[in-house]
């Protein structure tokens, strides 16, 4: 697998959207969960969401559900983080990272992606 590239973040508005990119340059993106996790000063690195390779499955974590979209597109080898109705909590360093697990524990732990990227910072203004 090759390199992750994030690409989307900066300055968004509490209540408004960002979008989030996540481009791979390796060849087995099809059996890979794509996934996206954050980092807030002061903070450890906290599951958001995840585009699970198998059965099309996606998983999110609490504070996001209802508001992010996680999708992947096999085709482009590129993942993707549609964020609504920011808060200012959302604020962080968003990571792209890329693993095997597909299911529902292993999926939101950090350890279980060997390949990461090198983060996007997303800041969000009232």
């Known amino acids: 697998q090759g390199q992750l590239v994030e690409s989307g973040g900066g300055l968004g508005q509490a209540g408004g959207s960002l979008r989030l990119s996540c481009a791979t340059s390796?060849?087995?993106?099809?059996?890979?969960?794509m996934a996206w996790f954050r980092q807030a000063p002061g903070q450890e690195r906290e599951f958001v969401a995840a585009a699970a390779w198998r059965d099309n499955v996606t998983y999110y974590a609490d504070s996001v559900k209802g508001r992010f979209t996680v999708s992947r597109d096999n085709a482009k080898n590129t993942a993707y983080l549609q964020m609504n109705s920011l808060k200012p909590e959302d604020a962080a360093v968003y990571y792209c990272?890329?693993?095997?697990?597909?299911?529902?524990?292993?999926?939101?732990?950090?350890?279980?992606?060997?390949?990461w990227g090198e983060g996007t910072q997303v800041t969000v203004s009232l």
């Open positions: 390796g060849r087995s993106f099809r059996t890979l969960t």
């Open positions: 990272a890329a693993g095997t697990s597909f299911t529902a524990v292993p999926v939101r732990i950090s350890r279980s992606y060997a390949y």
